[in-house]
């Protein structure tokens, strides 16, 4: 899965194959580290994803990446294409990918390359969804505006329909609910307080 804007090694694709092969059988994405450059291919500098998942249970998984993710550059490693088929891929909502790198986890283990074979471009210019605003992101990724104009209750909301819905056992899949309830959902019950309010406000305006 590659970006338009985003570059990577020659090497790229040969190492990635080589996790495959010496990791565990149940890798489901290999990604290597980061190097973020500016507009014109200069080097700012590394970046440490810190999405590797090597726990053995889905919701460990789910949870040490909720933890940790802040830019979603593993999701543009290389997947096992028929893991891939099994999650939404990018859905028609702002941070999508967030959602499709923990679908990926639930799935089986995520394994990073030692190496930085991933170049992520970071320039303010560029027509970047993490150079938008909110409205924005939510046109890029939505253009038809279909979607939830309620960022991070549509995104809670997609967390814990992929959590009930992926892992294939029933314990699994309650645990990972639990794992967004308890690692995902402190940090925003406050903003998604504030969209109800405003979901709320619109329903009293008939809007």
Known sequence: WQTYDDLVAPEFLGRCLDAYASGPEDTVLVYPRTTLIDAAGEVIGPYDDNSEVLQPRPHQRLAHLLRVLHLCNAVL???????????????????SDVVLLAEVAMLGRIVEVPERLFYRRRDEELPSPANLDGGQQAA???PR???????????FSAHLSSSL??????TDRLLCCWAVLRVWGPRHWRVMGGEFKIWLKRQRMGR
């Not at 505006?145 to 995104?155: N, W």
């Open 165 to 170: 819905r992926l892992p294939p056992r029933l």
């Open 145 to 155: 505006g279909t979607g939830s104009p309620f960022f991070r209750t549509a995104l």
């Open 77 to 95: 490693g290389l997947h096992r294409t028929e893991t891939l088929r099994k999650t939404r891929v990018i859905d028609l909502f702002r941070s």
């Open 140 to 142: 890029w990724f939505d």
